[in-house]
């Protein structure tokens, strides 16, 4: 997503040069920035308790249950 959003920027630049087009920069890249490294700290967050847990098996006692 954000390699499209800079080859989108990009080629809205360089078609807004060739035309009498003011361009300006629009904010949201900043945002979708923001959103997806907000979403990855959640992820983590929500991971951890589960992975924690994960720690504590010793693989050859489960395996030997098995």
Do not use: K, Q, S
Not at 2 to 29: E, Q, T
């Amino acid at each position: 997503m954000p390699v499209g959003i800079a080859v989108g920027r990009f080629a809205w630049r360089w078609l807004a040069d060739d035309f009498p087009i003011v361009y300006v920069p629009p904010a949201a890249l900043l945002a979708v920035f923001a959103v997806a490294a907000i979403a990855i700290a959640i992820a983590n967050a929500l991971a951890a308790g589960p992975a924690h847990a994960a720690t504590r098996i010793r693989p050859a006692e489960a395996l030997r249950v098995e």
